[in-house]
């Protein structure tokens, strides 16, 4: 067996490495595992180490050390592997996937707890060739995403006011876009401000997109929130970002739980995957149960009732 630590050298602002070089020495000191702290050159750099590590037939566990987006690239190398299981010790600013775990995802931060976790399988989500463990979305909230660093660049903005400045200027340029959707059970076509595929709870930073959403469902819950006009969008995306979407109306959005979802669309747009991006006029998010390993800490609560559908109340179609 063996520990690889991924890390981000650019997560949470600053490099991590040294730090994670000696957690991870403390963490294993007196163990025969051989171990290795793998600082990233490049975008999918971690998927491409995980799979050449992995071609040894060896026990690997891998520890993404940074954000959801580190975390997006070790599930996309460790996905499919039997002898691979990975997990999320957090560097980064968002860490919304382990957030799903409620009060245990405090659990994350502690790498003795990661080290000597149990493998559980976890459901990810195939998204144009991509996995995804948490959130896959298309619309508003993924085209906000998209232009974040571009604006907190520009001096005297960074940091949240990036966030703002972004919403603002997407805001007005129009909520909505022409999509056509299919699946679960729903064929729409027409304006559409978001769509969202949910394997996790949270995104962007702490939006409580689907509270109840398990990833060892088999399911998926679809958000397809349609036409939103400007005066609607602040009290709509309050209810949203609080997990309160039960309180929007139906004719606003539908929710929906199953396996399979596509949209097209006659111009490219911006999907939002675990916080990375890719484009796209044919996207489609379908479930792959049990499609990585995934280590998280022992004697986890969340998984006392690991029957529970994702969502609740939702019928699978």
């Known amino acids: 067996m063996k520990h690889l630590f991924i890390v981000n050298p650019v997560a949470g602002g600053r490099d991590h490495s040294a730090e994670v070089q000696q957690t991870a020495a403390q963490t294993l000191r007196g163990s025969d595992v051989p171990h290795e702290i793998y600082v990233t050159k490049a975008p999918m ?29 070790c599930v996309n190398g460790a996905a499919g592997l039997q002898n691979v299981a990975v997990t999320h010790f957090p560097c980064g600013t968002g860490n919304d996937f382990i957030k799903t775990f409620g009060a245990d995802s405090a659990r994350f931060f502690d790498l003795g707890e990661l080290v000597s976790g149990e493998v559980r399988p976890f459901d990810v989500i ?46 007005f340029k ?32 702490g939006f409580h997109a689907m509270p109840g959403a398990r990833p060892d469902s088999g399911v ?49 747009i911006v999907v939002n995957i675990d916080g990375e991006a890719l484009y796209s006029r044919h996207i489609n998010f379908d479930v792959c149960p049990g499609g990585v390993n995934f280590i998280v800490p022992k004697n986890m609560a969340f998984f006392a009732n690991a029957a529970r559908p994702c969502p609740a109340d939702a019928a699978v179609v």
């Open 45 to 73: 750099d971690a998927c491409d180490k995980i799979r050449a590590e992995a071609r040894s037939g060896e026990t690997l566990r891998v520890y993404a050390c940074g954000g959801d987006g580190t975390l997006n690239e």
């Open 126 to 171: 195939e998204c144009c060739g991509r996995y995804s463990v948490n959130i896959c979305s298309v619309g508003i909230d993924a085209r906000i995403g998209t232009e974040v660093h571009k604006y907190s660049r520009i001096p005297l903005v960074g940091g949240a006011t990036g966030y703002v400045v972004s919403a603002l200027v997407n805001v």
């Open 174 to 205: 129009g909520i909505t876009q022409n999509m056509r959707v299919r699946g679960g059970g729903c064929e729409y076509t027409g304006r559409v401000a978001l769509v969202c595929a949910c394997n996790g709870q949270f995104y962007g930073g």
């Open 220 to 268: 998926l819950g679809f958000h397809v929130v349609r036409d939103v006009k400007l005066r609607e969008f602040p009290g709509l995306i309050l209810k949203y970002a609080k997990g309160r979407w039960r309180e929007i109306p139906a004719e606003k959005l539908t929710h929906l739980t199953g396996t399979h979802l596509e949209i097209e669309s006659d111009e490219d």
